[in-house]
């Protein structure tokens, strides 16, 4: 059997990490993915995509992510079933997350919260533009000491 999900989209909300009593990190969050069908004006239709990750790829959304964050995921799809408060019984389907891949910078001219690279981003300059605009020095990266683990993704 084969259960796989691979998405392409946009975080809808700023993400908010809580912590299961076990201690792992657990985020939930919808990613807005735009379809392949079309409305009658010609606009792509939007799925709206409830997605569940936990332990690193919560800690690394958390860290490098907000609202209008692109990002690209695998996963599965689960479904659970629970009580609402009315009594009735609701059908929930989602993705766990099983990978995440950081793909662009955030489309406002908000600065993040958090900026893990140091570069300033008033105008939404994105890596292109800032290695264009800064490459009269040239950096030795085999020179850098950096461990897999301290690798964000």
């Known amino acids: 059997m084969?259960?796989?999900v691979v998405l392409l989209g946009?975080?809808?909300?700023?993400?908010?990490?809580?912590?299961?009593p076990s201690g792992t990190q657990i985020v939930a969050f919808?990613?807005?993915v735009d379809g392949t069908r079309k409305d009658g004006e010609g606009n792509r239709i939007t799925n709206w995509i409830p997605c569940i990750a936990f332990g690193r790829n919560a800690e690394?959304?958390?860290?490098y992510c907000a609202?209008?964050?692109?990002?690209?995921?695998?996963g599965a799809l689960q479904t659970r079933r629970y009580e609402r408060r009315d009594g009735t019984t609701a059908t929930?389907?989602?993705?766990?997350v099983q990978t995440v891949t950081l793909c662009g910078s955030k489309?406002?001219?908000q600065p993040r919260n958090e900026d893990p690279?140091?570069?300033?981003?008033?105008?939404n300059v994105g890596f292109d533009d800032f290695n264009q605009s800064n490459n009269s020095e040239e950096v030795d990266y085999s020179q850098m000491d950096l461990a897999d683990d301290d690798l964000p993704f």
């Open 10 to 20: 946009r975080i809808t909300k700023n993400i908010e990490m809580k912590t299961a």
């Open 107 to 109: 489309p406002t001219n």
């Open 92 to 96: 929930v389907v989602e993705v766990i």
């Open 60 to 63: 690394t959304l958390n860290r």
């Open 30 to 32: 919808t990613l807005a």
């Open 2 to 4: 084969i259960n796989r």
């Open 67 to 74: 609202k209008g964050s692109q990002v690209a995921l695998e």
């Open 117 to 123: 690279f140091g570069i300033s981003q008033d105008n």
